[in-house]
């Protein structure tokens, strides 16, 4: 099973860019689907981004359309998230995900494998 590890989060203000990596070993990462998830405090866990194995196709939820990119090297390993134009309310930790079964907007009850997250908070 694919172990991940995130990095890049922190502290910036609204309408800054911030590019979150997950790193994958143990695994061959090129055979699961990858996402990212977020969690606010006092909230649940809700999907962010996801991407298909070979990179070709991309999913992300109403609230980041446009401002959230979810990409994949597979000859690295690794899986990025570029956010641009943050919001407040993007604050939350980030973990990345992933899935051998299940592709698209994946419920997290699909995923088998989870990163320990990365905060993320934007101030306004």
């Known amino acids: 099973q694919v172990q991940l590890v995130e990095s890049g989060g922190g502290l910036v203000q609204a309408g800054d860019s911030l590019r979150l990596s997950c790193a994958a070993s143990g695994g061959t990462f090129s055979s699961y689907y990858m996402g990212w998830f977020r969690q606010a405090p006092g909230k649940a866990r809700e999907f962010v981004v996801s991407?298909?194995?070979?990179?070709?196709?991309?999913y992300s939820a109403d609230s980041v359309k446009g401002r959230f990119t979810i990409s994949r090297d597979n000859s690295k390993n690794t899986l990025y998230l570029q956010m641009n134009s943050l919001k407040p309310e993007d604050t939350a930790v980030y973990y990345c995900a992933a899935s051998a079964s299940s592709g698209g907007y994946f419920d997290s009850n699909a995923v088998d494998s989870w990163g320990q997250g990365t905060q993320v908070t934007v101030s306004s």
């Open positions: 991407i298909n194995r070979s990179g070709g196709s991309t």
